[in-house]
Each structure stands twice: as structure tokens, then as C-alpha cells.
């Protein structure tokens, strides 16, 4: 019954802007129940809220049950009503007592709102919302058909991609895909009901396949051993578009942690790498605990021969011009960010709770009894007048813009200082910059300082355009912001249509099936050796172009969150 306990607070929490609801159950320090399994009970109630408070409303429950709050009889009748395992309490327990002899009231009203709306059975429902409820929950819903094409929010399917170090996506399709049905398009696998198993082969990145969102591969032993990778198709990008060739030397991923671009990486040299020389791929990150993962998915996914990680490592600190970073061909860098294209990174769960109308089920502590122990139902004047609402959520909201101008500023100059280094690498031909955000300061507008920089021009840096990009780059049709790519350019003679042309985006909600993601590269035609001057390592060139743009440097730059893919 603690379970129901630790659910409750963060069904009340949710309406303030103190985080997502992810950020708020994985950082809590006070849940006695696994944070999964809470994160799961809260996402879930969330979602069927407008409906089970409109049942909860209806059946009277709260003026029957007064030792029941609104949040604690959301979370009761949810699974009442709608779990396969029932309430997750003893069948004596007070609190299941109380919602188990009202089911009876409860699921006729539940069948009653089901078929006002239209569902012929909860399952469709339970499919609608699944489909179409969006985290900003609205108060009305109805019913949408799969094959409208005017949803205002696409699910996020389960990306797989096949680890060709150890397996083939044909040795797959045949063994742990057996039972699975190729489809003929990425829609009918995200708006396929949960059950049927189909898969679709993706169209842009070779051996990845998108199977429906509710799908669980990590039972399979090919999770468990390293043949198959949950990867997200926009964290594909960065090494396909890459394209490392061993001929041209060593790969380093400076930002590695923990491991799926890495390991991409190695798949991707598979094969490709001869003697002599057999090149290598190198993997930073300065943070030990993350950098012992990044070792660990680099063993599970079989190429700790292929892959050298550096632990601890800062990728700032290296320096160039020695051995064995001298030999460096191409350099992926996928730095912290913002994380604001992360799926689920910022929902915002809005809550229906029941006894909202005339502050019906108001919980024990917060209700005012007469001395005729009736409960005084009456609403709670609002102490503060109307316009210093107003003002105030004005203020809330001008110091929420601030915030993220900071943090965004600080961001940016750490990631502007890592390509600039990457620009360095005396015999680097290729370089990708990606992020999961969705800031130009953190995409387009780092891609066009970087190449204002005396260090990209000396060392003839430039955008791989997109005539210039491999097949499924160059097919994708979501390119850069053109908007702030022209706010920024200004008088400078670069052209800034050509610039977002060359810039990959992924956007989440949409029919790509993606989340939010950023990606360049930058190649450079020829080594100009001749002209090469070594730089001090301590930034005075990065620095030159960060006061230019008004940044302030500081030793200890938030750097956000990284990719989990």
C-alpha cells in the first residue's frame, strides 16, 4: 500500500513547474517503491484522470469514503478498474476495502462515460489514449481514427538497431523478429495496437527497425547479449552521417558515455579496417562512473577489441599534436545539452482530480469541521487579489526565461569550446556536432561561431553539405532553423539558406517516430600542414570568440544532460 502512498504527493506536485514528472519521482530521496514503478502508476493514472475523476465524481466516493483523499482514490480506482493485478494492497487492507465495495458503482459509470464517448470497448479507449492523449491533458476527449493525418502528437515507437558486430538484421528477422510481421510503413507500427507484433525496417539507417512502443525485447537473449541495441533513430545519426573511413585514421568519440554512438562507431569500421594499420576508435569521458558504462556497453556489444576507452578522460585536455591523437581522422561530439528534445524529458501531466467541482473529497488534514462534525465544503477564498496574480505568474514567468537564457549561455560555451578543440586535430578530416536539444544557441547558431573562428579557417574547416551527405543523411527532409540562421549571419557574407540546408533536425511528435535532435559535420578538403600553427591548449583562441559573442567563461560550466541513447 506504500506504493500508493509515494504516488499520491506527486499527483498533487504536478501541476507546479518544479520539473517533469520524471525528473521528480528518479530524484526523489523519499519513495520507498521502486521509482519505476511509481513513474509507471502516475504517468498512467495521469492519463485516464479527466476520465476516472468523472467516475470517481459520479459514484460518490469521497462523500462515502471520507479516508480517501482525491489523489489516493485516482490512484485506487486506476487500478481497480483498469490494472490486470488489481489493487496492489492485501484484500483486508482498509484502504482497498474501501474502493473494492463500490466496483460494482464504479464500473457502471465507467461503462457509461465509455460509451457517451463514443467506444465501443475500454480496449479502444485504453488505444485512444495511448494514441492521442498528450502530456498537457485536456478536459474533453474524443475520438480520433488511426489514419487521420491531422493528430496533433505521433506515439514514439521502440527503435531497435542491430549490433553487426555480433548478429545481421537477417539472422535476427529469423530468430528473435521471428514471430514479427514486416510493414510496409513507419505509421503502421506507431499507430499499431500495442498487441500485434510488426516491425518496420527503417528507411535512412541501415539494420535499425522501429517495433510499436510497448514492445519488451529485454527478456530476449539477444538484449542480453549485446545483439540487439535499444537505440533511438535520431542517436543513430551522428556516427552514420560521420561515416568514418579507417583509411583515413583513428575515430574519437570525445563525449562517450555511455556507449550506443560508440559502439555505433565500431559497427560502422567493421570490416572496413585492414592491415597494416588497422585503425582504431577512441572513447572519452571524463566522468568515471559514466565512463565504467561506457566500458561495459563497449564489452556487451563485443568490440572492446575495436574500441579504446579512455577513463576519465577530458576530452579538453588532450592535446592534438601527440601521439596517438595526431593519427585521428574523424571525431564524433556529441556533447551535454539542454536535453529539451528528449522524449519525456518535459511533460507536464495535467491532473484531473476528482472532487475539483465545489472541493468535493478534500483530504482529512485540509478540511475545516464544524462543531457539528459536518465537513465545510465551502472553497477557500484566494488571499491575494486578481491582478497580483496576474503579476506574479508574469513574474514566474520572465524568471523561468531567465533561467533558461543562463543555462543556455553556459551550455553553449562549453560546447562551443569542444568543437573548437576538435578543429585542432591535425590530421581530422571529419567531424559530426549533434545535440538532443531543441535551441538554436545550442545547434545552428554553435555551427556558425565555430566557422567564424580563426582556428576553423586556418585550418579550412566547412559544413558537409547536403549533395555531399550519405544516402539516408541526404534523403532526410528535416533540415536546420533558416530563421536563425539569417538572425545570426546578419552582414556576414555567409549564406544562410545553404547553412540549414547542410543542418539535420528531428523533431518529436512527429511522423518520423524521433525524438528531438540536432546534427553537422564539418569536413575539410585538404591537410594544411604548411600552414599549421600549434594553439595553446588553454582556450585563448575559444576564448577570442566566446567574448565576441558575449559569453562569460567560467572553470565550472553546467553541462546539462547527455543523450541516453
Same mark, same amino acid.
Not at 476495502?97 to 457502471?108: D, E, G
Not at 529539451?340 to 495535467?350: D, L, P, W, Y
Not at 491532473?351 to 465551502?378: E, F, H, Q, S
Not at 549533434?434 to 586556418?458: G, H, R
Given at each position: 500500500?506504500?506504493?500508493?502512498?509515494?504516488?499520491?504527493?506527486?499527483?498533487?506536485?504536478?501541476?507546479?513547474?518544479?520539473?517533469?514528472?520524471?525528473?521528480?519521482?528518479?530524484?526523489?530521496?523519499?519513495?520507498?517503491?521502486?521509482?519505476?514503478?511509481?513513474?509507471?502508476?502516475?504517468?498512467?493514472?495521469?492519463?485516464?484522470?479527466?476520465?476516472?475523476?468523472?467516475?470517481?465524481?459520479?459514484?460518490?466516493?469521497?462523500?462515502?469514503?471520507?479516508?480517501?483523499?482525491?489523489?489516493?482514490?485516482?490512484?485506487?480506482?486506476?487500478?481497480?478498474?483498469?490494472?490486470?493485478?488489481?489493487?496492489?494492497?492485501?484484500?483486508?487492507?482498509?484502504?482497498?476495502?474501501?474502493?473494492?465495495?463500490?466496483?460494482?458503482?464504479?464500473?457502471?459509470?465507467?461503462?457509461?462515460?465509455?460509451?457517451?464517448?463514443?467506444?465501443?470497448?475500454?480496449?479502444?479507449?485504453?488505444?485512444?489514449?495511448?494514441?492521442?492523449?498528450?502530456?498537457?491533458?485536456?478536459?474533453?476527449?474524443?475520438?480520433?481514427?488511426?489514419?487521420?493525418?491531422?493528430?496533433?502528437?505521433?506515439?514514439?515507437?521502440?527503435?531497435?538497431?542491430?549490433?553487426?558486430?555480433?548478429?545481421?538484421?537477417?539472422?535476427?528477422?529469423?530468430?528473435?523478429?521471428?514471430?514479427?510481421?514486416?510493414?510496409?510503413?513507419?505509421?503502421?507500427? +506507431? &499507430?499499431?495496437?500495442?498487441?500485434?507484433?510488426?516491425?518496420? !525496417?527503417?528507411? $535512412?539507417?541501415?539494420?535499425? /527497425?522501429? #517495433? =510499436?512502443?510497448?514492445?519488451?525485447?529485454?527478456?530476449?537473449?539477444?538484449?542480453?547479449?549485446?545483439?540487439?541495441?535499444?537505440?533511438?533513430?535520431?542517436?543513430?545519426?551522428?556516427?552514420?552521417?560521420?561515416?568514418?573511413?579507417?583509411?583515413?585514421?583513428?575515430?574519437?568519440?570525445?563525449?562517450?558515455?555511455?556507449?550506443?554512438?560508440?559502439?555505433?562507431?565500431?559497427?560502422?569500421?567493421?570490416?572496413?579496417?585492414?592491415?597494416?594499420?588497422?585503425?582504431?576508435?577512441?572513447?572519452?569521458?571524463?566522468?568515471?562512473?559514466?565512463?565504467?558504462?561506457?566500458?561495459?556497453?563497449?564489452?556487451?556489444?563485443?568490440?572492446?577489441?575495436?574500441?579504446?576507452?579512455?577513463?576519465?578522460?577530458?576530452?579538453?585536455?588532450?592535446?592534438?599534436?601527440?601521439?596517438?591523437?595526431?593519427?585521428?581522422?574523424?571525431? +564524433? &561530439?556529441?556533447?551535454?545539452?539542454?536535453?529539451?528534445?528528449? !522524449?519525456?524529458? $518535459?511533460?507536464?501531466?495535467? /491532473?484531473? #482530480? =476528482?472532487?475539483?467541482?465545489?472541493?468535493?473529497?478534500?483530504?482529512?488534514?485540509?478540511?475545516?469541521?464544524?462543531?457539528?462534525?459536518?465537513?465545510?465544503?465551502?472553497?477557500?477564498?484566494?488571499?491575494?487579489?486578481?491582478?497580483?496574480?496576474?503579476?506574479?505568474?508574469?513574474?514566474?514567468?520572465?524568471?523561468?526565461?531567465?533561467?533558461?537564457?543562463?543555462?543556455?549561455?553556459?551550455?553553449?560555451?562549453?560546447?562551443?569550446?569542444?568543437?573548437?578543440?576538435?578543429?585542432?586535430?591535425?590530421?581530422?578530416?571529419?567531424?559530426?556536432?549533434?545535440?538532443?536539444?531543441?535551441?538554436?544557441?545550442?545547434?545552428?547558431?554553435?555551427?556558425?561561431?565555430?566557422?567564424?573562428?580563426?582556428?576553423?579557417?586556418?585550418?579550412?574547416?566547412?559544413?558537409?553539405?547536403?549533395?555531399?551527405?550519405?544516402?539516408?543523411?541526404?534523403?532526410?527532409?528535416?533540415?536546420?532553423?533558416?530563421?536563425?540562421?539569417?538572425?545570426?549571419?546578419?552582414?556576414?557574407?555567409?549564406?544562410?539558406?545553404?547553412?540549414?540546408?547542410?543542418?539535420?533536425?528531428?523533431?518529436?511528435?512527429?511522423?518520423?517516430?524521433?525524438?528531438?535532435?540536432?546534427?553537422?559535420?564539418?569536413?575539410?578538403?585538404?591537410?594544411?600542414?604548411?600552414?599549421?600553427?600549434?594553439?595553446?591548449?588553454?582556450?585563448?583562441?575559444?576564448?577570442?570568440?566566446?567574448?565576441?559573442?558575449?559569453?562569460?567563461?567560467?572553470?565550472?560550466?553546467?553541462?546539462?544532460?547527455?543523450?541516453?541513447?
Amino acid at each position: 500500500m506504500s506504493l500508493y502512498y509515494d504516488a499520491a504527493p506527486l499527483l498533487l506536485s504536478s501541476q507546479s513547474p518544479s520539473g517533469s514528472l520524471k525528473s521528480r519521482v528518479f530524484g526523489s530521496k523519499s519513495l520507498k517503491n521502486s521509482p519505476k514503478q511509481v513513474y509507471a502508476l502516475v504517468a498512467e493514472a495521469s492519463k485516464w484522470s479527466p476520465i476516472l475523476s468523472e467516475v470517481i465524481d459520479k459514484s460518490q466516493l469521497l462523500q462515502h469514503e471520507r479516508k480517501l483523499s482525491p489523489g489516493l482514490a485516482l490512484l485506487l480506482v486506476h487500478d481497480l478498474l483498469l490494472s490486470k493485478l488489481g489493487v496492489s494492497a492485501p484484500a483486508s487492507h482498509p484502504l482497498r476495502v474501501a474502493v473494492t465495495k463500490h466496483k460494482a458503482r464504479l464500473s457502471a459509470e465507467l461503462t457509461k462515460i465509455r460509451v457517451g464517448k463514443g467506444f465501443g470497448s475500454l480496449e479502444e479507449l485504453r488505444l485512444h489514449l495511448a494514441r492521442n492523449v498528450e502530456p498537457q491533458i485536456g478536459d474533453e476527449l474524443s475520438k480520433v481514427t488511426a489514419s487521420s493525418e491531422s493528430r496533433r502528437h505521433w506515439p514514439h515507437p521502440r527503435w531497435v538497431r542491430i549490433n553487426t558486430l555480433k548478429t545481421t538484421l537477417a539472422d535476427q528477422l529469423a530468430t528473435t523478429l521471428a514471430d514479427y510481421t514486416n510493414v510496409n510503413s513507419l505509421s503502421e507500427v +506507431l &499507430l499499431a495496437n500495442p498487441a500485434p507484433k510488426i516491425l518496420f !525496417v527503417d528507411e $535512412h539507417i541501415p539494420d535499425l /527497425i522501429a #517495433l =510499436p512502443a510497448r514492445t519488451d525485447l529485454t527478456r530476449t537473449s539477444a538484449y542480453r547479449n549485446g545483439l540487439i541495441i535499444l537505440q533511438d533513430k535520431a542517436s543513430c545519426f551522428p556516427a552514420y552521417l560521420l561515416d568514418p573511413k579507417p583509411q583515413d585514421g583513428d575515430c574519437l568519440d570525445a563525449c562517450a558515455a555511455p556507449g550506443n554512438k560508440t559502439t555505433h562507431l565500431a559497427a560502422l569500421f567493421q570490416g572496413r579496417s585492414k592491415p597494416p594499420r588497422k585503425a582504431r576508435v577512441w572513447a572519452c569521458d571524463r566522468d568515471k562512473a559514466r565512463s565504467d558504462v561506457l566500458t561495459r556497453m563497449v564489452s556487451l556489444a563485443g568490440c572492446q577489441d575495436l574500441v579504446t576507452v579512455k577513463v576519465g578522460q577530458d576530452f579538453l585536455l588532450l592535446d592534438p599534436e601527440k601521439a596517438p591523437w595526431r593519427d585521428v581522422g574523424s571525431l +564524433l &561530439l556529441d556533447p551535454s545539452c539542454s536535453g529539451s528534445g528528449i !522524449v519525456g524529458r $518535459h511533460e507536464m501531466f495535467a /491532473i484531473t #482530480l =476528482p472532487g475539483a467541482k465545489g472541493n468535493l473529497g478534500v483530504p482529512m488534514k485540509d478540511r475545516k469541521r464544524k462543531r457539528d462534525g459536518k465537513v465545510d465544503t465551502k472553497p477557500i477564498a484566494n488571499k491575494e487579489p486578481e491582478e497580483e496574480q496576474e503579476h506574479q505568474e508574469l513574474s514566474n514567468g520572465i524568471d523561468e526565461k531567465m533561467q533558461l537564457a543562463t543555462r543556455l549561455k553556459a551550455l553553449s560555451a562549453f560546447q562551443l569550446r569542444l568543437l573548437l578543440h576538435a578543429f585542432r586535430f591535425p590530421s581530422a578530416k571529419r567531424i559530426s556536432y549533434s545535440t538532443c536539444s531543441m535551441y538554436a544557441e545550442e545547434d545552428e547558431l554553435i555551427a556558425i561561431t565555430a566557422l567564424q573562428s580563426p582556428v576553423a579557417k586556418l585550418h579550412n574547416w566547412r559544413l558537409l553539405k547536403r549533395d555531399e551527405q550519405v544516402a539516408g543523411m541526404r534523403s532526410w527532409s528535416i533540415r536546420g532553423n533558416v530563421s536563425a540562421c539569417r538572425e545570426e549571419i546578419g552582414e556576414i557574407p555567409l549564406a544562410a539558406d545553404e547553412i540549414a540546408e547542410s543542418c539535420i533536425r528531428c523533431r518529436t511528435g512527429t511522423p518520423e517516430g524521433t525524438q528531438g535532435f540536432f546534427i553537422a559535420a564539418f569536413i575539410r578538403d585538404h591537410l594544411d600542414h604548411e600552414n599549421h600553427v600549434n594553439e595553446p591548449l588553454d582556450g585563448t583562441k575559444s576564448n577570442e570568440i566566446l567574448d565576441r559573442q558575449g559569453v562569460e567563461r567560467t572553470d565550472d560550466e553546467w553541462e546539462g544532460f547527455s543523450d541516453s541513447s
